[in-house]
Nanobody
Framework: DVQLQASGGGLVQAGGSLRLSCATS????????IGWFRQAPGKEREGVSC????????DYADSVRGRFTISSDNAKNTVYLQMNSLKPEDTAVYFC?????????????????????????WGRGTLVTVSN
């Protein structure tokens, strides 16, 4: 059974930090892009960051570049999102998802803005709330 489980959300003050985890199982981790998305109430889902599990290539939304860092632990089939200098506008439900590392899907998944349709499996979201 393919699983992508996001965790680590919570309530933090502006300027604080939080680390999200995406634990995966049921598929060959190195064959996929793993992406983080977020959705705030009343807003469209947007890509936050992504990583290619085979070579470690990464990309970020301009709004989080320099504040967020994505990384992977291939031995644990887990992707992390370290979020620093959090702002109230970062408040959202955060999701992780996978996209196959095949052309052209991988390019659609890795290049910002990512195409949501490139990602074929989605995990349950974890809520991040940033207060003033």
């Amino acid at each position: 059974d393919v699983q992508l489980q996001a965790s680590g959300g919570g309530l933090v003050q502006a300027g604080g930090s939080l680390r999200l985890s995406c634990a995966t199982s049921g598929f060959t981790f190195d064959d996929y892009v793993i992406g983080w998305f977020r959705q705030a109430p009343g807003k469209e889902r947007e890509g936050v960051s992504c990583i290619s599990s085979d070579d470690g290539s990464t990309d970020y939304a301009d709004s989080v570049r320099g504040r967020f860092t994505i990384s992977s632990d291939n031995a644990k089939n887990t992707v992390y999102l370290q979020m620093n200098s959090l702002k109230p506008e970062d408040t959202a439900v955060y999701f992780c998802a996978r996209a196959p590392l095949v052309d052209p899907i991988s390019a659609q998944a890795l290049n910002f803005p990512p195409r949501t349709t490139a990602y074929d499996r989605w995990g349950r979201g974890t809520l991040v709330t940033v207060s003033n």
